[in-house]
């Protein structure tokens, strides 16, 4: 079964992110939302997609934009809030960390 784990808050100053990573099967996604965006350049994060390369991270352009957040690392997948929808559905659950 497929997860979708929403990450709404910071790295930086929440255990969020560390526990998500700590769930995360093979099969999972994350998305980044909200205060999550920071994660596009955690520590954590990006040690997580070198040790799992097949892993999906999607971020909401639109809120990392809004936090002055960038990044030019190929393995995150922009989005739009219309695409959120559409990666619920693809999932057979989800769990939002915040």
Request: glycine residues 2%; aromatic residues 8%; proline residues 3%.
């Amino acid at each position: 079964m497929a997860m979708l784990h929403i990450i709404r808050n910071s790295g930086f100053s929440s255990s969020a992110l560390m526990q998500c990573l700590s769930m995360n099967l093979p099969q999972d996604s994350i998305l980044l939302m909200d205060d999550g965006c920071y994660n596009l350049n955690h520590p954590l994060l990006l040690a997580a997609l070198v040790k799992q390369p097949a892993l999906k991270v999607y971020f909401i352009s639109l809120h990392a934009s809004a936090r002055a957040q960038k990044t030019s690392n190929t393995s995150f997948v922009s989005s739009t809030l219309d695409d959120v929808l559409e990666l619920l559905f693809s999932h057979d659950n989800s769990i939002t960390w915040s």
